[in-house]
């Protein structure tokens, strides 16, 4: 009886162990797919990477597969599936926000080439009008009539200097000369004196004019 009951025991325990070896296998092996998994994704999301975008979540993926092989060598199974499966997830991410930054730049160079084509048809299209407008006005200038003549009006006479003119007139009248002369009878006669006042016409009257000009 007591052999049967080791014996159970003993086979007990070998299923035990088989169990967990088997537990123990098939998680390394979990861990092994997971941090393949995560390999290849980084791999295409540095790959997609390569055009000039590569965005800062790809390095993270990068660091966070590193961290799983390391797990995965020093046998550290659990912690090589998270970090595998944190490296999967930054991978993905990478992914996304690297398409998603060539659409963006894509759309940028179509509309940056979009706007310089409309400049350049604008430019082309001002410059037919520009060369449409001076064949008109040459044809204008060709068909004008001859200018008229252009007649300078003299200029106006100055108007006379206001001149004040003062005469002046002075009369100068000399005093009138008296003249007396005595005759003498001959010898023996009787002597008469008589006297004789004889008046020497007054001189005409002397005029003398001053003429003054001043001009304001």
Do not use: H, Y
Not at 21 to 50: P, Y
Not at 116 to 137: G, L, P, T, V, Y
Not at 201 to 210: D, R, Y
């Amino acid at each position: 009886m007591r052999s049967i009951r080791m014996l159970a025991c003993a086979s007990a325990l070998g299923l035990m162990l088989a169990s967990t070896s088997a537990i123990a296998e098939g998680k390394m092996d979990r861990a092994r797919a997971a941090v393949a998994e995560a390999r290849g994704k980084v791999e295409a999301a540095a790959r997609a990477g390569t055009g000039g975008v590569t965005p800062r979540t790809l390095t993270d993926a990068q660091a966070a597969l590193r961290a799983a092989e390391d797990d995965l060598k020093a046998s550290r199974k659990d912690q090589a599936i998270v970090d595998a499966q944190n490296a999967s997830r930054l991978a993905d991410l990478a992914l996304n926000e690297t398409q998603r930054a060539r659409a963006d730049k894509a759309a940028a160079d179509k509309a940056a080439a979009d706007a310089q084509a409309a400049d350049a048809a604008k430019a082309a299209a001002d410059a037919e009008a520009r060369a449409r407008a001076a064949e008109a006005d040459a044809n204008a200038a060709r068909n004008a009539p001859p200018p008229a003549p252009v007649i300078i009006a003299a200029p106006p006479a100055p108007a006379p200097t206001p001149t004040e003119t003062t005469v002046t007139t002075s009369t100068t009248t000399p005093a009138p000369v008296t003249r007396t002369v005595v005759k003498r009878a001959p010898a023996k006669r009787v002597v008469r004196k008589r006297t004789v006042v004889r008046k020497t016409p007054a001189p005409a009257a002397k005029t003398t004019t001053t003429v003054t000009t001043k001009t304001q």
